[in-house]
């Protein structure tokens, strides 16, 4: 598996965008890597509803696939879900020594305009590289604006471009196991705070009064003198 696409489902118009972005990249990559038209060299589950576990097939695509493309937007960093899958493909670079850098195989994409967060500031892809179009709209409006076709079949070519040359080279380790959905720490959980045990109470010793032999209680009236009456 060459690429797999991560995202947020939303379960209307932005899914119908995101297949047809597939579509046409998985085509593309098809082309650069000089594969059949039938052969599958990508993943991206548009079937996938909100709240539901990963299906097989998405666990196998994710612990084989080369190259990792996240779409960003403040609801993709708010989902356990795209946080899990971030989680296994860096557990799977660390593994393979590329957790970092511009060789990474994360190549991120943002879907609208936003300030990305420290998780994913490493992985950051200079934007100029995939055209102006892209620079300047991000992903959703390149797809949706109809009259920038040319600019959007030119990102979608040098993406392709990108994905076939990060997956001929160093391989990403293929994951052994098929972790669970429910199996995975997120990558995007802030880490609980650890509180140490509160101390002990200290126990402070109150001085007794003290007390005059003469007014101390009598213990044992048989040890008084005789009444001399």
Known sequence: MRFFISYVHDSGEDDRHVDTFYRDLHHDVLMFAGQRSHDTAGFCDTTLSLGQRWSPSLIDALSTAQVFVPLLSPAYFASPA????????????????????????????????????????PYQYREAAFGPGYERAKLRA?????RNRDEYHAFVQLLASRIVDLSDGDP?????????????RSAFETP???????????????PRPAVNRDERPILNPNLLPEDPR
């Open 82 to 121: 795209c946080g899990k899958e971030w989680q296994i493909f860096t557990s799977r670079l660390a593994r393979s020594g590329r957790l970092h850098g511009a060789e990474s195989s994360i190549v991120p994409l943002l879907w609208v305009p936003m300030k990305v967060p420290a998780v994913a500031e």
């Open 142 to 146: 390149l797809i949706r604006e109809t």
């Open 172 to 184: 990403v380790v293929v994951s052994s196991d098929r972790p669970a959905f429910d199996t995975v």
């Open 192 to 206: 609980a705070l650890v509180t140490a045990p509160a101390a002990p109470p200290v126990r402070r010793r109150v």
